[in-house]
């Protein structure tokens, strides 16, 4: 199954801390991205090409997905307005989310 990739708009950093190593990376413009429901939650990957490549896969479960989101709206509160630009974008996206998950009608 071929996979869709897309180029990442804005940017997005990594962070592993493991006892013995440190590993960080950005993902900017030149980066693309792939993002898609799999089995019981959401799979990311992020990649970037040339001579400082790089890629990360993540895959998240559907609960950890829907409480990382809860705190982050909690955390949104202590924070300064956002840009429209950046808030039409999200709740666009956020409407998708709502449209997507709405269960199927039956006849």
């Known amino acids: 199954m071929?996979?869709?990739m897309?180029?990442?708009?804005?940017?997005?950093q990594v962070t592993i801390d493991f006892p013995e190593k440190f590993y960080?990376?950005?993902?900017l413009r030149d980066?693309?991205?792939e993002?898609?429901?799999?089995?019981?939650?959401?799979?990311?990957k992020l990649i970037r090409e040339g001579e400082n490549k790089r890629r990360v896969e993540m895959h998240i479960h559907r609960h950890l997905l829907a409480d990382i989101l809860s705190e982050w709206?909690?955390?949104l509160a202590n924070e300064p307005p956002m840009e429209k630009a950046h808030r039409d974008t999200l709740l666009k996206s956020?409407?998708?989310i709502q449209k997507a998950l709405r269960p199927a009608k039956t006849k």
Do not use: C, T, W, Y
């Open 31 to 33: 980066s693309k991205f």
């Open 35 to 44: 993002a898609r429901a799999e089995n019981d939650g959401i799979f990311i």
């Open 94 to 96: 956020l409407a998708q």
């Open 73 to 75: 709206a909690d955390s």
């Open 2 to 4: 071929k996979r869709n």
């Open 24 to 27: 960080m990376g950005s993902f």
């Open 6 to 12: 897309h180029p990442v708009q804005d940017k997005a």
